[in-house]
């Protein structure tokens, strides 16, 4: 039960502080609107191999960012740290190893199921958006947390709350007027001694941000429609019952 009304709605719930939910007032019949104008949006949004090398402010970068870490995560813990890099040596570095394994992925470790399902989309072990995207962020996802005196605090789901925040690190990168790609260089431990992470975080995704080069080809590719996606049980009654 809810104690006492505090500031600004601020209460007491068990002890703990809760505040009031506010958001703007909306009718049924808007939000038809606003999803399909979401959706729209969404659209438009592609997977980008080929960057153009112009820059991106860092202060694009830092709200991209805070907009990814909105994400829900387990328990409200945040398990994750983005590392943005714009140096150019870092780049390359990341770029040279990143290399090194996918030479070894597309030239053996992958088996031909996997390059067939690959080959619509192109990709090889050339990574050139490594260096010619202006940003890229590599992801890491916290094992577990760590407290003001360096003790450890636990995460909860965290390759869950962790990919959820990516969906919105790339949304955030769209909605931005960037173009963003999720590249898994895999194995993936290099990252994390390239870029100094403690031994509880892990590389979980690379995302090179930037606008898409002018001559910017992307797959001819469809996406799966709703009746391949959605399934609906929105009958008042279900016969039989
Ligand atoms: N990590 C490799 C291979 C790769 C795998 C999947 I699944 C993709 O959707 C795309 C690429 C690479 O980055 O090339």
């Known amino acids: 039960m809810a104690q006492g009304s505090g500031e600004g709605g601020r ?12 958001t703007e007032p909306v009718t049924a019949e808007e939000t038809i609107w606003r999803a399909t104008a979401h959706r729209d949006a969404s659209e438009r949004r592609r997977s980008v191999r080929e960057f153009d090398r112009r820059d991106v402010p860092r202060a694009t970068i830092e709200q991209i960012l805070l907009a990814a870490s909105t994400s829900p995560s387990g328990a409200h813990r945040q398990p994750w740290t983005f590392v943005a890099v714009r140096n150019p040596a870092i780049k390359v570095k990341i770029r040279e190893a990143a290399e090194e394994e996918e030479r070894r992925n597309y030239s053996g470790r992958m088996p ?4 067939a399902a690959l080959a619509p989309l192109g990709t090889d072990e050339v ?3 490594l260096t010619d995207a202006p940003w890229i962020v590599v992801v890491f996802a ?3 947390g760590l407290d003001d005196h360096g003790e450890r605090v636990k995460h909860y789901y965290v390759r869950e709350s962790v990919g ?4 919105m690190l790339v949304a955030a990168a769209h909605a931005a007027g960037l173009a963003a790609l999720t590249h898994t260089p895999s194995p993936m431990a290099f990252l994390g001694e390239l870029l100094g992470r403690p031994s509880h975080e892990q590389a979980y995704v690379v ?3 930037g606008f898409p080069s002018p001559d ?4 001819d590719i469809r996406r799966k429609d709703l009746a391949e996606v959605g399934v609906f049980f929105d009958v008042d009654r279900i016969e039989g019952d």
């Open 112 to 115: 031909e199921d996997w390059l």
């Open 127 to 129: 990574k050139t958006h």
């Open 216 to 219: 910017c080809l992307v797959p």
């Open 164 to 167: 959820m925040a990516c969906g």
């Open 11 to 22: 209460v007491l719930r068990e002890g703990h502080p809760f505040v009031p939910y506010q």
């Open 207 to 209: 995302v090179p941000i």
């Open 142 to 144: 916290q094992k577990h």
